[in-house]
């Protein structure tokens, strides 16, 4: 947690969810990052760590874990750590002492994976109890009956070299079980695999494909597999799924998903930023072009928004803002230039390293991007950032004298740990079958099965690479937006139109109900103020009446996706410029639909001051406390535009108010907008900005740590004042980040349609408050977010939820007053200074000498 400098505990932290499961209070990054060491040519510090994994670290825990995660970053971790260690300890200097430790415990973790594969499948269940294994009272586990193909698929370098370092052969044929299960279930007639599938059935529950998340690893693996095994089989699998993405999923320069049964038919518009490993694999499959022009592609996506987003359009837009410093694009630059030798590629390290150190660098580490459009930050650093991205970035300038040993003697698992190659030949105990008549003739000379395919990589041309990339230069600049959703024709009758059209209903008129009725939709009021539109197609009066229900839905799908990007705001940034803090804390913060747009004017820098009343709902009484500054105003008692005037008529140059719910924060709730009172408000000519509680408490703390605090209110965060930074004392430098996952941002909204051919019910989920249909309970806008699906009965269901209002405080405020919701909050509440968490800390110390402990 680099924000507040401590480690992340599972059961000390609120939980994330899933996110979680990789965690299992086993010094995760310390072992994750053990082969990280050798590579920067840090012995002693390796040495050192191996001392630490074998004193402190304990496997036996009661806790719930993913296999997929635990397997590549712990027993990878043990297993690089290992082959490093013994490479070392043949040197003759470092690790004399060493007796296969790191082994031991590598095989000891195996072991209590290996219940995870009691299927009838041979694949394995998604999590395991390290201490209750499976399916046991306490194991609180073994429930699951549906796994991703990539957890299933991406285990077999791992075990296989567990089984080879042991000769315990009980490792490498469960994962080959399990790959050999997936190949059978691939889908025969298109040669692709879903995305999740039954454990114990083998029927695919998602049935879209594609090289990202969920299905990315798994084909890695085979290639991988090949190389270090030296079985055909697994290249022969590999060449056939790779054909088959070629030919539906590869459309240069994008990847996009399809469906494994109609491969010709997108199943999205977006793509995930995992699939950014994909160019590296091809590389070392020795196609070259494709490579180059996708690892471009991506390139100019990353110098739009400094990061590559955690998903993005097909026009290249932001879809998922999130960026948790994944390396999967260094990984592929890496091995672009290995195949290439093209300084090209330098430069994009040289880009990846500049921004790292300028956007993401905070004093205990690098943090997570909450949203790469405003530049905020999450309180992460995941292990796989110094696992992988450390190791890539240094390779890539790294020269052959730098690595202590030849690297070209290793093979890269998935998380970027290092196998030796001569494990082909050690304790081959598994019989190869040849199974060549199984598969598929293909002719591609591509599968020329020399090693290195020199012939393909390197073309004589020193300027081949560059021919490829240069007509994708421009391809995210100049790309033309397309429609959020698009009609498919075939789905409606040729001419016809529904009796009712979306735009035109309106919730409070008794006909257009009773038409919806006809249509088989009902008009559903839940608790929470949503409105929910579900249509049940048997219900309907006729067949022509279900489709203009169904047509209808799907109407009001489009018009709500079209009003949510034509009404909602982007969130705005908040950022904390004086001293110690010099622009490292950002803040995410919601605009306000009245005052100075900050997307169209240069942002606002001054000074905060807080207002009396805190409130700020009356004439107030320090106006000489806020002339020339930025106020801060407490949330409640009235409307949000009067809140404005009032400060903008003490003089103060912006505003920023602040939830009064105490434990607000946008981690957990969607983006706020500050609705106006439904009067003119053009008079209001000051920006504007709205924090939740959390954010809003780390300026009250830095206030009362340092008392002048400036800021500055953008539309997105500035890259720091170096003049400001050179002035900065090492022992304060560090205040700003005591405040842990504060920099939070809300995630970007997307409406798909459902695939009608796996579901049958259609329902909207929107709340009437923010619906822009006619006298629909005066409404403003539609905030549509993700669409999700319920097939359970034989009907059409379309879920739309409203993201982006706040039904009790936000829009209500257009037609009566706030209401104080905590009278008891206190701004003057006694904090933890922000010295004494971080006194301690020094400029000087390297990151490694900082983890003292056994979480990093």
Known sequence: MPLTCRGRVRGQEPSRGDVDDALGKFSLTLIDSL????????????????????????????????VFETNIRVLGGLLGGHSLAIMLKEKGEYMQWYNDELLQMAKQLGYKL?????TTSGLPYPRINLKFGIRKPEARTGTETDTCTACAGTLILEFAALSRFTGATIFEEYARKALDFLWEKRQRSSNLVGVTINIHTGDWVRKDSGVGAGIDSYYEYLLKAYVLLGDDSFLERFNTHYDAIMRYISQPPLLLDVHIHKPMLNARTWMDALLAFFPGLQVLKGDIRPAIETHEMLYQVIKKHNFLPEA???????????????????????????????????????????NLNKYARVPCGFAAMKDVRTGSHEDRMDSFFLAEMFKYLYLLFADKEDIIFDIEDYIFTTEAHLLPLWLSTTNQSISKKNTTSEYTELDDSNFDWTCPNTQILFPNDPLYAQSIREPLKNVVDKSCPRGIIRVREESFRSGAKPPLRARDFMATNPEHLEILKKMGVSLIHLKDGRVQLVQHAIQAASSIDAEDGLRFMQEMIELSSQQQKEQQLPPRAVQIVSHPFFGRVVLTAGPAQFGLDLSKHKETRGFVASSKPSNGCSELTNPEAVMGKIALIQRGQCMFAEKARNIQNAGAIGGIVIDDNEGSSSDTAPLFQMAGDGKDTDDIKIPMLFLFSKEGSIILDAIREYEEVEVLLSDKAKDRDPEMENEEQPSSENDSQNQSGEQISSSSQEVDLVDQESSEENSLNSHPESLSLADMDNAASISPSEQTSNPTENHETTNLNGECTDLDNQLQEQSETEEDSNPNVSWGKKVQPIDSILADWNEDIEAFEMMEKDEL
């Open 35 to 66: 082969d990280t060491l050798v590579v920067l040519n840090k012995t002693k510090e390796f040495e050192d760590a191996v001392r630490k994994v074998l004193r402190d670290v304990n496997l036996d825990n009661d806790v719930v874990v993913s």
């Open 114 to 118: 290996l219940p995870a594969f009691n």
């Open 312 to 354: 993005f359009t097909t026009d290249f837009r932001v879809h998922w803002a999130q960026h948790p410093l994944r390396p999967e694009f260094a990984e592929s630059t890496y091995f672009l230039y290995k195949a290439t030798g093209d300084p090209y590629y330098l430069e994009v390290g040289k880009t990846l390293i500049e």
